[in-house]
């Protein structure tokens, strides 16, 4: 998670410095906000992509590259969620899939599970120049499950 976007971001710059235009977006996680039970492997990399953001962002500013991250909550429609987790997580507390997704949604004030949309919607406005005073943000799109 983070030597990957490290390397990615690095790249990238070497192009869009000489233009002194560009945005560089990383896709984080609200474990990248809130520590992870029992995941604290995968929290460490997603803090420290965040405070990789901010860095880059510093070191990137006087260039006009601007670099933000986007923090989703859980992705309840995904492959990962549909193929995998719900099924480890119910076989784990003796629940059904449909029980586990609930106890999901029910820690989400919006009471939905992030989709596609939401987090495309955001990097969408954060590329674009409406963003164009914005650098070094890691924005929550977590329906208010994360609020830091």
Aim: aromatic share 10%; net charge positive; hydrophobic share 40%.
């Amino acid at each position: 998670n983070l030597y990957g976007y490290f390397l990615c971001a690095k790249h990238a710059a070497r192009v869009m410095k000489p233009q002194a235009k560009g945005v560089i977006i990383q896709i984080n996680s609200k474990s990248g906000k809130k520590g992870s039970f029992k995941n604290s492997a995968y929290a460490a990399s997603k803090f420290g992509g965040i405070g990789l953001t901010q860095s880059i962002a510093l070191d990137l500013a006087e260039h006009g590259v601007r670099v933000n991250a986007v923090c989703p909550g859980n992705l309840l429609d995904s492959p990962l969620w549909v193929n995998s987790l719900y099924k480890q997580y119910a076989k784990k507390w003796g629940i059904t899939e449909a029980e586990v997704r609930q106890r999901y949604i029910d820690q989400v004030p919006m009471k939905r599970g992030c989709t596609y949309d939401d987090v495309c919607n955001v990097v969408v406005f954060l590329a674009s120049d409406q963003a164009s005073y914005m650098t070094g943000q890691a924005i929550n799109v977590t329906g208010g499950q994360e609020m830091r």
